[in-house]
Each structure stands twice: as C-alpha cells, then as structure tokens.
C-alpha cells in the first residue's frame, strides 16, 4: 500500500510527535508498503495564524497514494477519500485547555470566534475519516465528550521497544526528555534540596528555550546541588538512555497533565524501573499505580522528595515496583505489528 | 545556518528534483548547518492547482530559520524573509508546452484563467527571493521570456563524483539512461548500423513504469539490423558498482534526449569517468556543457552523421581520452560542484 503520513512541523523541534512520525513511516516501509512522511508548517501565532492554517490544510491535496495516516491538528484536515486519523490530540487550547492558564487563545470576540471554528470545522471534517485511533484513554475521552465522535486506542509503541535492559538498580533517578516548562524539570531539581538520603538525579535532555535550561543551572547552583544533581542538556542518544536506563534507581517522569503515558514510562518499564510522577500528571496514571509500578506523589517538591528517599532507602521495594511495571507492559499488546495490521487494514 | 529546504513532490515519483534536493539536503548538512526539509505534496490536475497555490501561501515558516531554499515549482510561492529559489523548471503546461499537443491545461475560458493565474503567482513570489538560481541557461531564457526575471544559472551537481573512476577506453559507447522513448536509445541503434567500425553499443538504465512495450521496440530494432552481436540492452536498475565500471571501461558516452532543458546527470558522470559525450543539436542542455571539438562531439539528430561521431571517438581512442579529460576540465571551469552551491545559496 502506498500511505502518506501527515504531521505538523515547527521548523526546528523535535518532540514525541515527530519520533513517531518517522518510526511509524519507517516501520510502514519495513513491513513493505511505501511511506512517504508529509510535514505540514504550522503557526498559532496570533492565533488568526490558526484560521490560516486550517484553510491551508483544506486546500492540499495528496495524490497517488492509497491513504493517508494523520497525527494532528490542523494536518487532519487534509482531504483525501481514504483517511485514517491517528490522533495525538486535538488543538488542546480550543477544548479541555479553554478556561484554564494554559488557554493561549485569548479570551475576546476573536478568540471566541476562533475557538468556534475549531470545534465546527473538527465536528464537520473529522466524520469524513474512515477509522480514528487515539494514543490514549484520555485522547480518546475528550473526542468523545467534546466531539461526541467514536475512538479506539492504538498506544505507540517505542521505536526499538528490545534494546531496554536492567543491569543494576543505581544510587540515582532518571529523568529524561525534552526540557520545558510543562514538563516540570525544575520542581524535580528543587526537590533534590529536601532529600535526606544520598540519592541523585540525573536531568538529560536538550531544552526548548534556553531560559529553562539556565533556570535549571540557576536552581543547581543556587541550591548548591552540584553534587546531587547532573544535568546533561542536549539530545541523548538512544544507546546512552538505554545506559542510564539500565543501571537507574527509578525513573521520574512528572509532566503537567500530558495526554498519554509517554514514551518515558514505557521506556522505563521495559528497564524494570519504576518511575515516579505526579497526581496532575495526566495520562500517565494509565499505567503509573502508586505503590504497585511507581509513586504517583502530589507535585510538591517535598513529597517528591520523600519518594525518591523512599525508593533509595528500599530497593527490594524499586525492583518489585520496577518489575511489577514490565509485566504490565508485556500485556498492553503494543507492538508495531499491532499499529501496522490497525492502520493498513 | 538554520536553513529550510522546500521542494514540491508527486508522491512515489522520482524526479530530477528529487534527487538534487535529497543531495543538497545531504550537503547541506555536510556543510556543518542545521536543515529542515518540507516536502509537500503536489497535483497536477489543474483543476486543483489553485486551491495548491493558495495553500502554499498561507503556510508560515516566516518566523523560522535563516534562510528558506526553495526547489521544485511552486515551493517558491513559500512566504519568507529570506527566500532563495533554485529554480529547476516551471510548470510547463502553462508556460512553453502551452499551446503544443504536451499541453494538459484545457483550452477553455477556465484553462486560461488557471494559466494566468499560475503565471501571475510565479511572478509575485519569484520577485519576493532574494536571489533567483536556475538549473540551466534554457530554463533562465524561460524565466526571462515569460516572467521577465532575470536568474543565475547555477549548475546541479552530481552527489559524489570522486566515486566515478577511468579506466581504459574500450571498445563500447555507453547510453546510461532510464529507458524511454525521448531519452532516444533507439536513435543510437538506428546509428550504430551506419558506422564502418566494429564500435559496439551498451544501452543501461531503467525501463520508466508502464513502458516494458519500448524495451521490446529497442530489441526488435537490434534484430531488424541484426545488430545481436554489437549491442546489449541491459534493462534494469544497476548496482552502483556496475554503473561505475560501465563508465570506467567505455570509449565514450552517448546522451542525446529530445530538448531537456539541462545537461543531464549522464553527460556529468562521463565527464566524472573522464569519457567524451557524443550528443546532438536538439538535445537541449547538454549544448551548454559539450563543447563541441573539445568535451564531446556535437552532431545533427541524424543516424548517419551520429554514426560517424561514433566512428571518430571508435578510431581515434587517444582523441576520445583528450576529450574526456576535457570533461573533466570543463565540470570545474563551470564551477559544477557543492562548494560552489552551498556557498551561493547561502550566500
């Protein structure tokens, strides 16, 4: 089968998105269909960019291939008579975002207006799909209280899910990922200050803005945790997060709210290492059980804290934790044999 | 430098663009700079060609990178502030073939519009670049004849040639070309059985998709001269390796396609080899590199005066290699080389 799969691009960042936009392409060439990765530019600002952008969308065409696969807002707009949404999420702002901080959208005649949009043009466009799959129960949930559409979940499962491993459960925590603010790196380097055992955090990751990465060094120094805490601020290769993956205590994962559980914790499941995150961590409660596959902790420096001594002080408790948290992983049946069968049939 | 490259594509299709994007893409980075490639997709019915155009305006990638090269026709019509365009061709039906039976635009009231409407949208975004490149000195004539601009010619390159080597200058020519009927494989057979030399004949390439019918016009023409034992068709995609001891080991290369507006990356990998290029008066692009006498042998579309282009570089083996040599020379004096792109697109 010939399959286009469509995503946003912002020139220059790379996030959970584009990964799996280029494994699902390079995974659908593997399994002998041809793919072809189409990247659509979007902006959102002003938000009058967002209009533009979905008219653009509108107005593309695909030609010669059998279907195409999309990811997102506003790249699922793109008409084509075999479509098949595999959706990240929806343009968050305009739902379960409106009325909170995270708004973006202004609350004015236009952003009203533009909010309006959004939801008529998805609850028109995203009927004419032949099949939608979401990442998560939560992504899945919004489409169905926001859209009154049907889903079915297809979790992405990791480019090389074999190549995780469990050597040692070390004298620190893990956290890895793109540095930004949502994703609340610095309330886990703030927690550092109040642990009383001798447990590390290891911070990697290559920042959005460098303001965040200066507010982390800002938070080391200040708090004088040089000893404590490495930060290691650039893109990490798969074969060093396999390392570090192997030889962790525990992973940290304590993102704001995101939609599904995250690469992260599969990661770190396949390791056997529990991973330690937030109540208002969103969709990472699919598979984080407090006590049974990590800690789920209120997100509050001290209570952070108090996870991460614990895990330190018990590591008979980290690796039954950690391997409670593989075998749940070994049952999700996320496999790309799964996602490719699901999308091309 | 962060740079976007953008490129219009027909999925699945591989084109000339597609490989000198892919290349600069690949020397781009060589180069030591941060690159973006937006590849978007691209039909042709020109009952969709419109709403196209539009759709490539209101994308924004004006806040990002340093600098936007855009490739194939109408990635120009990309807004940025720093745009540069390496114009490869336009879109021909509205431009030269109008008017020709090539001519897929209909020639209705609405057909019309759309022509106008194509050229009046390459006309506002070629002015918005910054600088303004095109692949061959044809397609800068075309630039200035429909869309009063004015270009710089600024030669594609081959990707790699240090990978092309010389050996002894044999007892073939050699056509390495995708099998199809312009290419004009059959004119060297229809040639070949003029000469008054032993000069045998190596056609290889690709036969395009669809056409395995002019494959079979190829060999049954060989059989109609009886020409079996002086020329093999090799109709298929070779390896890398073959490809090179091919040119290694010829006398001298034959490229003589029907008015293509570049000179054609066969005519550079035998200059790569070091071999000669026996091409003819309507063979469009590749007027621009042979140079006639010095580089290559240059002759009317007639089989009787190409078969004895092809005598001359059969008996004169020492002309042939002073010729290719030649080649070589003249790949350089053009400037035909990454360096010279990258430093110029970014310049």
């Known amino acids: 089968m010939k399959l286009a799969v469509l995503n946003n691009a912002v020139p220059f960042v790379q996030g959970g998105a584009e990964h799996l936009a280029d494994a699902l392409s390079a995974k659908l060439c593997e399994y002998g269909h041809q793919a072809l990765l189409v990247r659509i530019p979007f902006r959102w600002e002003p938000p009058s960019k967002i209009l533009e952008h979905m008219l653009a969308c509108r107005l593309m065409r695909i030609p010669g291939v059998d279907r195409v696969i999309a990811f997102k807002f506003p790249a699922f707009y793109v008409p084509h008579e075999d479509k098949v949404l595999w959706l990240l999420h929806q343009f968050r702002q305009a739902y379960d975002l409106w009325g909170t901080a995270l708004q973006g959208l202004p609350d004015s005649l236009e952003g009203r207006e533009i909010r309006d949009c959004i939801l008529t043009a998805d609850n ?9 799959f979401t990442n998560s129960e939560i992504t899945s949930g919004r489409l169905k209280t926001f859209n009154g559409l049907k889903s079915e979940v297809l979790h992405p499962p990791l480019l090389n899910p074999e190549q995780f491993s469990c050597s040692e459960y070390g ?6 990922g793109r540095i930004n603010e949502a994703k609340r790196q610095q309330l886990l ?12 955090l290891i911070v990697a990751g290559k920042a959005e803005r460098k303001e965040d990465a200066e507010a982390i060094r800002a938070i080391i120094h200040k708090r004088g945790l040089q000893d404590r805490v490495e930060f290691i601020e650039r893109f990490i290769t798969e074969n060093e997060k396999v390392e570090w993956f192997s030889r962790a205590l525990a992973c940290a994962y304590i993102p704001y709210d995101e939609d599904s559980y995250g690469y992260v914790t599969l990661e770190s499941f396949l390791s056997r290492k ?4 937030c109540v208002d961590s969103g969709g990472i409660h699919e598979l984080v059980k407090d006590r049974a596959t990590g800690r789920v902790v209120a997100s509050d420096a001290k209570d ?7 895990l330190y002080q018990n590591k008979a408790g980290a690796r039954r934790m950690g391997e409670a948290g593989y075998d749940l992983a070994q049952t999700l049946d996320i496999s790309w044999d799964r996602v490719i069968r699901v999308l091309t049939s | 430098m962060r740079v976007i490259v953008a490129t219009s594509v027909a999925p699945f299709v591989d084109g000339g663009s597609t490989q000198i994007v892919a290349w600069l893409h690949r020397q781009l980075q060589a180069s030591g700079h941060d690159v973006e490639l937006f590849q978007l997709p691209f039909s042709e019915s020109y009952n969709e060609i419109l709403d196209q155009l539009l759709a490539l305006r209101l994308l924004d990638l004006t806040q990002h990178g340093d600098r936007l090269i855009a490739v194939r026709t109408p990635s120009h019509l990309l807004k940025h502030p720093k745009k540069v365009t390496w114009f490869i061709h336009h879109y021909r039906s509205a431009y030269d073939l109008w008017g020709t039976k090539y001519q897929t635009l209909p020639n209705t009231p609405e057909g019309l519009a759309c022509r106008q409407a194509i050229i009046n949208s390459d006309n ?3 002015r918005e670049c910054t600088r303004l490149f095109c692949n061959s000195t044809v397609v800068k004539d ?8 004015a270009a710089e010619v600024l030669y594609p390159p081959l990707l790699d040639p240090a990978r092309f080597r010389s050996g002894p200058y044999g007892e073939y020519l050699l056509y390495f070309s995708r099998l199809t009927h312009h290419k004009r494989q059959w004119l060297a057979i229809e040639a070949l059985r003029y000469t008054r030399t032993p000069v045998r004949l190596i056609i290889a390439g690709c036969p395009d998709p669809g056409l395995e019918p002019y494959v079979f016009d190829l060999h049954r023409l060989v059989e109609k001269y009886g020409l079996e034992q002086r020329v093999s068709i090799l109709s298929r995609w070779i390896s890398e390796d073959d490809k090179i001891e091919l040119f290694a080991n010829c006398a001298a290369v034959l490229y003589f396609p029907f008015d293509e507006d570049s000179y054609g990356y066969p005519s550079l990998e035998a200059h790569a080899a070091r071999k000669a290029v026996l091409t003819t008066i309507d063979a469009g692009g590749t007027n621009e590199l042979i140079v006639n006498g010095n580089n290559g042998l240059i002759t009317p579309a007639d089989p009787e005066l190409i078969a004895e282009g092809m005598d001359a570089l059969y008996n004169d083996r020492s002309m042939a290699q002073r010729m290719g040599e030649s080649g070589e020379q003249r790949v350089r004096d053009l400037g035909i080389n990454w360096d010279n792109v990258v430093a110029r697109l970014l310049a």
């Not at chain 1, 529990?274 to 995150?277: A, E, K, L, S, Y």
Request: with cysteine; glycine share 2%.
């Open chain 1, 124 to 132: 028109s466009y995203l009927t004419e799909v032949n099949n939608i």
């Open chain 2, 142 to 149: 075309r630039l200035q004849r429909f869309n009063q601009i």
């Open chain 2, 124 to 126: 506002i975004a070629l």
């Open chain 1, 304 to 310: 952070l804290a108090g996870a991460m001594d614990a």
């Open chain 1, 171 to 176: 004298n620190y925590i893990f956290a890895p």
């Open chain 1, 189 to 200: 380097v703030e927690s550092m200050e109040f642990c009383r055992s001798p447990v590390k």
């Open chain 1, 274 to 277: 529990p991973v330690i995150t």
